[in-house]
């Protein structure tokens, strides 16, 4: 696969130090995550036609109903699961494109993810290689049943909306482990922190999204 992973024009370095600045102005403090994103080419991750609003701070669509997240949500969701540190193993729940597979995979030990559209992961796949992404494992998979052969996990992060949170992610979280997911239905989407503690579990609610829904089954 010949891929320019530098980019050029709007694609190039420094369309990519415009997006690390206005993602700083937006909040983001995390200096690790800050530098994976600037350093990730989001452009080979959407169709090449869509290569030029790669590092533009929006969703972009990647078929089959679905979208790469804004690189802020990213941000955000990868940020927040990280905050506590002694972060080992990440289940990621939507595989989608990789982008935010990618992110992970350079900021933790191990990432699991899980995409129940089958050829979308196909394409993840080939970019992870691309990528070198060698700590990474995918499955064609219910996002909502988890992984149970790789629990638990410190860190779980979800990229679509179920109405509640699933009682079997919870299940598959580590002792202080952290779910950073978003709840509820379309246009009243809560992005939620829940932490595992000796007691059961402590939910955070930090901002209004807007996601796909998140389904159950497999498309082949």
């Known amino acids: 696969m010949n891929v320019d992973l530098q980019g050029i024009g709007m694609t190039s370095q420094r369309t990519r130090s415009r997006l690390i600045t206005r993602l700083r102005e937006m909040g983001i403090v995390s200096e690790d995550v800050l530098s994976v994103i600037m350093n990730t080419p989001r452009h ?39 905050a506590a540190g002694n972060i080992n193993s990440v289940l990621e729940v939507g595989t989608g494109c990789g982008f935010q597979t990618a992110v992970l995979a350079q900021l933790v030990d191990h990432v699991y993810s899980i995409e129940r559209i089958d050829a979308l992961l196909k394409k993840a796949r080939q970019k992870l290689r691309l990528l070198k992404c060698n700590n990474v494992r ?15 996990f410190d860190g779980i992060i979800v990229s679509a909306a179920p109405i509640g949170v699933p009682e079997t992610l919870l299940e598959q979280l580590a002792m202080n482990g952290r779910l950073v997911i978003p709840v509820g239905v379309a ?30 089954g497999i498309v082949g």
């Open 138 to 152: 995918v499955k064609c998979g219910d996002g909502n049943v988890g992984w149970s052969q790789y629990a638990p």
């Open 187 to 216: 246009g009243r989407q809560q992005l939620l922190l829940i932490t595992r503690t000796e007691t059961g579990f402590e939910e955070q609610q930090l901002d209004m999204v807007s996601f796909v829904p998140m389904l159950e």
């Open 44 to 82: 080979i991750f959407v169709d090449e036609a869509l290569a030029s609003r790669a590092y533009e701070n929006t969703a972009l669509p990647i078929g089959y109903n679905q979208t790469i997240s804004q690189p802020y949500i990213v941000a955000r969701m990868v940020e927040v699961l990280l």
